[in-house]
Structures are given as C-alpha cells and as structure tokens.
C-alpha cells in the first residue's frame, strides 16, 4: 500500500505571497491531519479533515486554512505569508474512525524569505 | 503551557544496551499515548501505542509502559541498535478530542554507538 505523498517537497516564497501544499493520504483513509514541525515549537496540530469537512482546529491565525475533496486528499492554504511560516509541513492520515494511529508523509519544507 | 514533556533533548546509548526515552503529561483526560520515530527530512513513524486502560504494550523490540498516576510513560527499546538512532517523539490524544488531535511533545535525540 502507498504511503502518505505529499507535494511539493521544497518550497520558498517570498513575504506576502500565498501557498498551497497538497496531500494524498493512504488508500482507504479518510482523516487528514496537518501539523507544523518548526524547530522552538515542536509539532504542532494545524486542523483535521475527515469526509470533507474540518472537523478540529488548532490554535493558528486564519491566514491558514484547508479542504478536503471527496477523495480525501486534502490542500492547505497559507496565505499573506510572513517569516515566522518557514517551517516543515506535515500531513499524517488515519482510518478515522477509532483508530488514533496516524501515519505521516514526508512533509513539505517552506522556506519564506 | 505544554501538555506533553520530553524533558531530556537527548539520550546516548552503547549498542545492545537498553534505551529507555520518559514523557510527562499534564492533562488527565489524555486516553491514548503514541510513540514515533523520526530520521531527518522524512516524516515521524508510528512506533507503538497504548490506551490509558493498559499499564504496558510490547512490539518486538519496543515497549512502552504507562503509569497513569505519576501521568508518566516511558518507552523502552532493548536491545538498542545503531538504526534506532533518531528522534523519538511522545503524542497523547485527548478523551473528547478529535482523533487528529494529537499533542506532541519536543522529542528526545537518540543516539545509538556502535
């Protein structure tokens, strides 16, 4: 079975521009999880999509936000970029329903300069 | 104010001997605890799990116990091989919580020397 994929691996904006990273869970799985790993903070909890819809928030600004098609592969936006978004983005997938296990892909990097 | 606690940033260890990595939990409502290991630029891999009604769950070479009293959890890898040099990351999930929920601690680097 195929792992979590996640696209782009890399990428770098410049202050004030917007990004979408995209994620394509396992086969079957229909909960999508986004974390932010940033080196003082640790992983940190973004939002969950389970059938497309959000179904929990963490604690970050509006500027990000997600959806999840019906296939459940799932974008998240950040937009008005601002330095302190540089950071690696992951994504992790789950069965959804009483599993608490999530596997995760190998993240994107966002470089903001 | 953290929820979950890696308090050692690092741990090195001789091949073959045991590795025992600690985290420290506040809240009581966390009913389910994760391990995962994590290699530079790929993302954390699910280790091992253990619900809160348990005190012990063995994988293999991995083991995590749960004292739910001292809210502490410790995982033990014996016996500790070079590839299992990495960061290990605790996670916790809340009772009322959404599945995705999980809170992470800041992880501990293990070093594993032939």
């Known amino acids: 079975k195929a792992g979590v994929t996640q696209t782009p691996r890399y990428l770098i904006k410049t202050r004030g521009q917007q990004v979408t990273l995209s994620c394509s869970p396992i086969s079957g799985h229909r909960s999508v999880s986004w974390y932010q790993q940033t080196p003082g903070q640790g992983l940190q909890f973004l939002f969950e999509y389970f059938s497309e819809t959000q179904r929990n928030k963490g604690n970050f600004p509006g500027r990000f936000s997600g959806r999840q098609f019906s296939n459940s592969r799932s974008e998240m936006n950040v937009s008005t970029l601002e330095l302190g978004d540089s950071a690696l983005y992951l994504c992790?997938?789950?069965?959804?329903?009483?599993?608490?296990?999530?596997?995760f892909g190998p993240g994107t990097r966002l470089t903001v300069l | 104010d953290q929820q979950v606690k890696q308090n050692s940033p690092s741990l090195s260890v001789q091949e073959g001997r045991i590795s025992i990595l600690n985290c420290d939990y506040t809240n009581s409502m966390f009913d389910y605890f994760l391990w995962y290991k994590k290699y530079p630029a790929e993302g954390p891999t699910f280790l091992i799990s253990?619900?809160?009604?348990?005190d012990k769950n063995e994988d293999g070479r991995f083991t995590v116990f749960l004292n739910k009293s001292a809210k502490h959890l410790s995982l033990h890898i014996v016996p500790s091989q070079p590839g299992d040099s990495a960061v290990y990351f605790c996670?916790?999930?809340?009772?009322?919580?959404?599945?995705?929920?999980?809170?992470f601690g800041k992880g501990t680097k293990l070093s594993v020397k032939p």
């Open positions: 253990i619900s809160s009604i348990k």
């Open positions: 992790a997938s789950s069965l959804g329903s009483g599993t608490k296990e999530q596997f």
């Open positions: 996670a916790a999930s809340e009772v009322r919580g959404s599945q995705g929920n999980l809170i």
